[in-house]
T-cell receptor, first 111, second 118 residues
Framework: GQQVMQIPQYQHVQEGEDFTTYCNSSTTLSNIQWYKQRPGGHPVFLIQLVKSGEVKKQKRLTFQFGEAKKNSSLHITATQTTDVGTYFCADMNTGFQKLVFGTGTRLLVSP | GAVVSQHPSRVICKSGTSVKIECRSLDFQATTMFWYRQFPKKSLMLMATSNEGSKATYEQGVEKDKFLINHASLTLSTLTVTSAHPEDSSFYIC??????????????FGSGTRLTVV
């Protein structure tokens, strides 16, 4: 079946440093969604990317969808302690409307 | 925005008993809900898709007789873990897709249920 891998698994940065997580799929992605899960919490939807090569920004967060629609990335500029959590990409199967989650990247930000 | 309420948030039960988890969409109708399982520091694994008024669709490897799903109304889906054993201990999360509004692409998740079987 489809495998959606994310790297790195874990990253610890100092506040103010940048952070990037990469999402790679074994098959072509339909629509990629990104979620953030705070420690002890539940996933919260951040954004959806649909088009090949698409780039979207939300304040300090930049999301990219690869040209071949097999990878995606999330970049955070100047991290803050509030960015702590696990970031998941997820492939949204348009046919069955279900999500296949990536392995996740856990971000820790030290003040 | 869309809100999904999940109860209970934590439950401890004895081995061999059954536990029911409820998932309600509070301000929208959800014809489809999804049930996930998450192990500590791991990703979310889709267990089943719950369809209102029909049988749930289970993912490969998930025992349908073990994890009973009922979606009797447009706002309520339940997951019953039957004859629970310690290996069923996990974090269970439901989700539904909101209808209407500018951010309808994303799925809204319940707050999750931490099940501990002793």
């Amino acid at each position: 079946g489809q495998q959606v891998m994310q790297i790195p698994q874990y990253q610890h940065v100092q506040e103010g440093e940048d952070f990037t997580t990469y999402c790679n799929s074994s098959t072509t992605l339909s629509n990629i969604q990104w979620y953030k899960q705070r420690p002890g919490g539940h996933p919260v939807f951040l954004i959806q990317l649909v088009k090949s090569g698409e780039v979207k920004k939300q304040k300090r967060l930049t999301f990219q969808f690869g040209e071949a629609k097999k990878n995606s990335s999330l970049h955070i500029t100047a991290t803050q302690t509030t960015d702590v959590g696990t970031y998941f990409c997820a492939d949204m199967n348009t046919g069955f409307q279900k999500l296949v989650f990536g392995t996740g990247t856990r971000l820790l930000v030290s003040p | 925005g869309a809100v999904v309420s999940q109860h209970p948030s934590r439950v401890i039960c004895k081995s061999g008993t059954s536990v029911k988890i409820e998932c309600r969409s509070l301000d929208f109708q959800a014809t489809t809900m999804f049930w996930y399982r998450q192990f500590p520091k791991k990703s979310l694994m889709l267990m089943a898709t719950s369809n209102e008024g029909s049988k749930a669709t289970y993912e490969q490897g998930v025992e349908k007789d073990k994890f009973l799903i009922n979606h009797a109304s447009l706002t309520l889906s339940t997951l019953t873990v039957t004859s629970a054993h310690p290996e069923d201990s996990s974090f269970y999360i439901c989700s539904a897709k909101g209808a209407g509004g500018p951010n309808t692409y994303g799925y809204t998740f319940g707050s999750g249920t931490r099940l501990t079987v002793v």
